[in-house]
C-alpha cells in the first residue's frame, strides 16, 4: 500500500531495474545507530549514549544540508562530514572538531558503521530473482563508486549488483537527471523501460521519474530521513511500496 493507502497498478514489462544503495539495499539507517554509538561513547558526555535514536534522526535530517551540497559538487566528502559532526557535538554536547581532530573521530565513527551494514533481507531476495527472471540489475548512489562497492561486498551484493554510477562518476549526484540517464546508458537499458527503486521521494523517486526512468519510491516502515506530506506524494505520481518483496508483482512477474 502507499502511503496515501492506494495500492500500486502493474507498471507492466520493463528491461532492467537500477536501486539505490543506503536503506534500498542496505540497512544503512541501522549501521549508523553503530556509528553514532561508537561516537558517543568516545566523544560525548556521559548519558549521550542513551540518546542514540536523537542522534540517528539528527544526523539523517541533515538539517545543514551538506551531504546534499557535497553531492551538488559543492563541498568534498571530508568537508561536509566534519560539518555534520560539528553539528552533532553542538546538539549533544560535544567538543569542536578541527580538522586534526576529525581523522581520528572519523576512524571511530566509519569502524561503527561499516561493522553495522547488513543488507536488507527482501532486497537479496529480490534481487535473485529479477536476475532468474532475465532483468539486468545496477546501482545507482549519491557516494563514492569504490565506498559503495565495497559496501554492496559486505554485504552479499557483490557479484549480482554492479555499482554503475557514483557521486564521483559525473562530479554530481542525484536529482540530476544525467546520473539516472548514465546509469541506465550502462545498464544497457532504454530509460523510459528502466526502474529504479530508491527510498527518498524527491531525489530518488521523483528525480528519476523527471529524468524519464520509471521511478519507484520505496517507504520502508520506521522513521523517514525527512517529513513526507501524503500531497508531496501525489505530486510525484509515482508508485510506492514499503518493501521490496511487493516489486515482482509491479512488474509483472507474479
Known amino acids: 500500500m502507499t502511503a496515501l493507502g492506494v495500492a500500486p497498478t502493474s507498471i507492466g514489462p520493463v528491461d ?50 551538506h551531504y546534499r551540497a557535497y553531492t551538488r559538487g559543492e563541498l568534498g566528502f571530508v568537508e561536509q562530514r566534519l560539518l555534520r ?43 535473485d530473482r529479477l536476475l532468474a ?33 557514483g557521486v564521483d562518476t559525473l562530479g554530481v549526484g542525484k536529482p540530476d537527471p544525467a546520473v539516472f540517464l548514465e546509469a541506465a546508458r550502462r545498464l544497457g537499458t532504454d ?19 523527471a529524468a524519464g526512468l520509471v521511478g519507484i519510491w520505496l517507504d520502508r516502515p520506521g522513521g523517514r530521513r525527512v517529513h513526507v506530506h501524503d500531497r508531496e506524494v501525489a505530486a510525484a505520481g509515482v508508485p510506492v511500496i514499503t518493501t521490496l518483496a511487493e516489486l515482482p508483482a509491479l512488474l509483472g512477474l507474479g
Open 133 to 165: 527472471a532475465g532483468l539486468p540489475v545496477g546501482a545507482l548512489s549519491n557516494a563514492g563508486v569504490a565506498y559503495q562497492e565495497n559496501k554492496l561486498a559486505r554485504t552479499g551484493f557483490g557479484g549480482r549488483v554492479p555499482m554503475l554510477v
Open 191 to 209: 530509460p523510459a523501460r528502466t526502474v529504479y527503486v530508491g527510498d527518498e521521494l524527491d531525489i530518488d523517486a521523483a528525480a528519476a521519474a
Open 16 to 65: 532492467g531495474v537500477l536501486f539505490d544503495v543506503d536503506d534500498t539495499l542496505v540497512d544503512t539507517r541501522g549501521a549508523f545507530v553503530h556509528a553514532l554509538a561508537a561516537v558517543a561513547g568516545a566523544y560525548l558526555p556521559a548519558g549521550a549514549a542513551d540518546r542514540v535514536d536523537e542522534m540517528l534522526a539528527a544526523w539523517r535530517a541533515d538539517t545543514g544540508g
Open 85 to 127: 559532526a560539528n553539528q552533532l557535538h553542538e546538539l549533544f554536547g560535544g567538543p569542536a572538531l578541527s580538522e586534526a581532530d576529525f581523522a581520528a573521530w572519523d576512524e571511530v565513527f566509519d569502524a561503527g558503521f561499516v561493522a553495522g551494514w547488513r543488507a536488507h533481507e527482501d532486497a537479496s531476495v529480490l534481487v
